[in-house]
């Protein structure tokens, strides 16, 4: 989809982004635009050209020369992304924002930080730990994607049972506008309600409708203790089970998260650990606050995974074991490799008690397609990362595992969930929103992406 | 503000609005449209009509009329809203929502619940209790208002501090856009980024981008234990400065409210309570959770209330007794009525150590004008309802208050805040909302504004 009007070649306009980044700043060599090129996808998209700028007014300068000259802008943090939403799709200048990688503040009475768009979160996370303070989100890119990312896409992670995800912690936001035009939403307080939530609007909006170039955030006190448990069980299903258990009985431990046998013994392969390759499914529940209601929780929590059917719990007796196990959950991603050099991976959503009828569905999926399919995730928000392992240039088995996606999403869909969890939508969902969103719902947003982006200069074909 | 072509009568739309409810769902007798005149602001403006839909599908068709024929519609809850959001101020036709008043579903398994936005807020929380589950937004007028008007103005609460507001506990939403169309938003699931966020750009809009039909909603489990503090002080700074140490402590109340001098003793007057009249200020502090974390929790506030400055602290010995405090502190606004026949009533929010200078600067602002001045609220967000007392046929004080108010805005926002928390802007605030939000970030809310409501027809003359 080519925007009418749109250019095709930066070169004559290059001179210009340079005198507003400075030369040295702006590259169009074919090295470098290759490592632009790609995010977390796998896939590639040459832009015509990169820019590094760093602070507002030079982004407002590029955006405002983007709509006189009418090409495109793809803003990108450290293209962790999982659905292509920092792909230059139509070509154009990709906008690298890794230069905006200051803490401005950290406010230790009101809980608050104000930060730019280009700082890593796992950095981010230490910096306020120094201090006493905890920032939750905890997408399993921390020690290398950045905060901006993290609002445009909406992140989550494990602790979002407990803390909830990105959107849940940006109280305000500095935005250039695709018109070049700078705005400060929400506030820096604990609290307001003052126009329209345009911070919102903005979270999760996947760099389509504006560059976000300070971030507000909410911070909690450090929690004095974390505890990690593995959990192991001979059947998946028993596994799945529990995870509803425990959110029925009021326990809400900070995360949740499962393996099931293809996960563990990928990773065993890769790590050599000593997991229980054996196992149906593993999960590892992590639990924090006071000493005392720490104890409390693990108890409770021990004898509800018991009565499930687990036939290991095991508390982690140090930070290290408990780190291990981690490095465990952290693998899967990188060690599913070992199963095909491609990925495709979704991240669907379904109400918690669903789950047990998805795992059983994916089951039945997987033995009539023959497919190579591993899923774990964040097992306490119904949220499971499904991902079949191919090699891309067998086109039968490419083809076999499209249309097994897509019967995901229509079976996600029919049990009430939602076929983006914490990815958001990108280019890989797009051809699928429409399964999820109505046309009057899709027909709005279209609207207000007008709003906010008249000539349609920024990161186009996204989301829809 | 007349928008073009708007009529000024709806007589003649009558009975297409009766074929649309029913003829026993639409009055223009004078009697009720007077009672649908008013809402907490105590101004009044008599609308030409009054209807009351039972479904979407009548709601949707009213608004298509209001397009067809231009009429404003004005959509109303229990009308208990602090700034003027259910008004006619322009006339035409308010709709009430009280006949959505179903509970659709309590999903005990997810965590969540459908609701219709009539259904009155305490009432919710009473019926989910019962079934082990927590509501935590807790407006004042939770016995009185609706869900629905507390998701279009964002409601908060004493418990915000540990849970947030209305915005965090809405996960999706059916609304009727002023076109009648139809849109769902959101998930039903803990997660979900799939398109725009038009669930929180709905969440604060003061029912002027939509009609809100059905709302799904969050929900936890019932806290184990719920323990209620009063601390006495002798003076206010002490007490506010006790907020900021509880916050920067790590121990996370559920509610740290204040009450002023003169709150205490215009409650006491009403309510003989036994209040301590004397004192300079009272925090009113509730924490819950686990029994042996809620223990914890007390004895770490005794002991920072006690080293700054409390004289009495006492934890309520039984559940009549922590009824009676928190009657004291929900008897406030109606007992102000004992200091002056009318309210002027401020919501304002400042970094939480902000609020000893704030305090301090209201205190001499007191002076300064002689003005009956009040002050309590949220001190845990920050969050301070300010109340001038006055009988407004008394033309000088009237002109005098209006302009302490336009003082207390400015240095509300020369601190660093915002000037509503949780009340929203309505008509009372909307001649300063300048005074926080750029004109870039006005101009942005009108044209989303344009976009849901390209003929203006719903709610107009509010926030901007």
């Given at each position: 989809m080519q925007e009418a009007g749109?250019?095709?070649?930066l070169t004559s306009i290059i001179p210009k982004i340079e005198a507003i980044v400075g030369r040295e700043h702006v590259t169009t060599a074919v090295e470098d635009l290759l490592c632009y090129a790609y995010d977390a996808t796998n896939r590639h998209c040459r832009p015509d050209a990169v820019a590094f700028p760093a602070n507002t007014d030079e982004v407002s300068d590029i955006l405002r020369l983007a709509n006189e000259h009418r090409f495109f802008v793809v803003p990108r943090g450290a293209?962790?992304?999982?659905?292509?939403?920092?792909?230059a799709v139509q070509g154009g200048l990709v906008m690298v924002?890794?230069?905006?990688?200051?803490?401005?503040?950290?406010d230790t009475d009101n809980l608050v930080a104000e930060v730019e768009p280009g700082v890593i979160t796992g950095h981010f996370q230490e910096v306020v730990e120094g201090k006493g303070l905890f920032y939750p989100p905890d997408p399993s890119s921390a020690s290398y994607c950045t905060l901006g990312g993290n609002v445009a896409e909406c992140a989550g992670g494990?602790?979002?049972?407990?803390?909830?995800?990105?959107r849940d912690y940006v109280l305000g936001l500095e935005v250039v506008l695709p018109s070049g035009e700078i705005i400060r939403t929400g506030v820096r307080t604990a609290k307001g309600v003052v126009g329209y939530d345009l911070t919102r609007l903005m979270v999760g909006s996947e760099g389509t409708l504006g560059v976000i170039t300070k971030i507000v955030l909410r911070l909690f006190p450090f929690p004095e203790v974390v505890r990690t448990l593995s959990v192991v069980f001979s059947r998946i299903q028993d596994a799945v089970r529990t995870v509803c258990e425990i959110i029925r009985s009021g326990v809400v431990p900070r995360t949740v998260e499962y393996m099931d046998q293809a996960a563990i013994r990928c990773v065993e392969d890769y790590l050599?650990?000593?997991?229980?390759?054996?196992?149906?499914a593993m999960l590892l529940i992590e639990v924090d606050g006071s000493l005392s209601a720490v104890e409390t929780a693990i108890s409770d929590l021990t004898d509800i995974c018991k009565n499930c059917g687990a036939y290991q719990v095991h508390v982690a007796s140090s930070a290290q074991e408990a780190k291990d196990l981690w490095r465990a959950r952290q693998a899967i991603s990188p060690a599913l490799f070992r199963l095909g050099p491609d990925k495709i991976n979704e991240d669907i959503v379904v109400p918690r008690n669903r789950i047990p009828d998805m795992v059983e569905w994916i089951d039945d999926l997987r033995k009539r397609t023959g497919l190579t399919i591993v899923t774990f995730g964040h097992a306490g928000d119904g949220n499971i990362h499904f991902n079949i392992m191919l090699d891309r240039r067998d086109r039968e088995i490419l083809e076999k595992a499209e249309s097994a996606v897509e019967e995901l999403f229509r079976q996600t869909i029919a049990l009430?969930?939602?076929?983006?969890?914490?990815?958001?939508?990108?280019?890989?969902?797009a051809p699928y929103i429409g399964m999820e969103i109505g046309s009057a719902e899709l027909a709005l947003m279209k609207r207000i992406k007008a709003v906010f982006d008249p000539n349609g200069i920024l990161n186009p074909g996204k989301i829809f």
């Open positions: 749109i250019r095709q070649s293209g962790t992304g999982m659905t292509g939403g920092a792909l924002m890794t230069r905006f990688s200051r803490i401005l503040t950290i494990p602790r979002a049972v407990k803390y909830g995800v990105t050599n650990l000593g997991l229980p390759v054996d196992a149906g009430g969930g939602t076929i983006s969890g914490e990815h958001g939508v990108g280019i890989t969902k």
